[in-house]
């Protein structure tokens, strides 16, 4: 039964989330956001991973 209602839930909210979505401004926001993280992600130095740096 509360899988049942989860799958529900989720499949509403799924909905809801693609009606916004579709909304021409929430399109201009979302575009707005990938822009930003796409900005983001192609600067240098953005955090040492590992193995990255001089060896001791």
């Known amino acids: 039964m509360a899988g049942m209602l989860r799958k529900l839930l989720a499949s509403g909210i ?22 930003k993280m796409a900005d983001q992600n192609k600067k240098p130095g953005g955090g040492r991973g590992y193995g990255s740096g001089p060896s001791r």
Do not use: G, L, R, Y
């Open 14 to 35: 799924a909905a809801k989330v693609v009606q916004e979505a579709s909304k021409p401004h929430n399109q201009a926001k979302i575009k707005a956001f990938i822009a």
